[in-house]
């Protein structure tokens, strides 16, 4: 059975940083596509970065650019974002996501998601 468990979230204080990991399991998450996405209560949940199966990273949200970074280690069935200069605005539940090979911003496109961490940034 497919997994993907988050890990790394928390409270921060604003300009901080923090690493998420999703740890897959149970699917060769080597030929998938990791994608993480984030969301608000009331708010549809939003593609934040991605990054294929070729170790490229596909996209990011233009109010990441710049300040987070999407990485991967298949050795340890693992992606990781990197979240630097956090603002209050990036606080949100944080899921990671597995499609087949290329990245979607689509939720829809995605075979598999893990259960989501929080991120709360404080001003």
């Known amino acids: 059975q497919a997994q993907l468990v988050e890990s790394g979230g928390g409270l921060v204080q604003s300009g901080g940083s923090l690493r998420l990991s999703c740890a897959t399991a149970?699917?060769?998450?080597?030929?998938?596509?990791i994608g993480w996405f984030r969301q608000v209560p009331g708010k549809g949940r939003e593609g934040v970065s991605c990054?294929?199966?070729?170790?490229?990273?596909?996209f990011y949200l233009d109010s990441v650019k710049g300040r987070f970074a999407i990485s991967r280690d298949n050795a340890k069935s693992t992606v990781y974002l990197q979240m630097t200069s956090l603002l209050p605005e990036d606080t949100a539940f944080y899921y990671c996501?597995?499609?087949?090979?290329?990245?979607?911003?689509?939720?829809?496109?995605?075979?598999?998601w893990g259960k989501g961490i929080h991120v709360t940034v404080s001003p």
């Open positions: 996501a597995a499609a087949p090979y290329y990245c979607s911003a689509s939720v829809g496109a995605m075979d598999y």
């Open positions: 149970g699917f060769t998450s080597d030929f998938y596509a």
């Open positions: 990054i294929n199966f070729q170790y490229k990273s596909e």
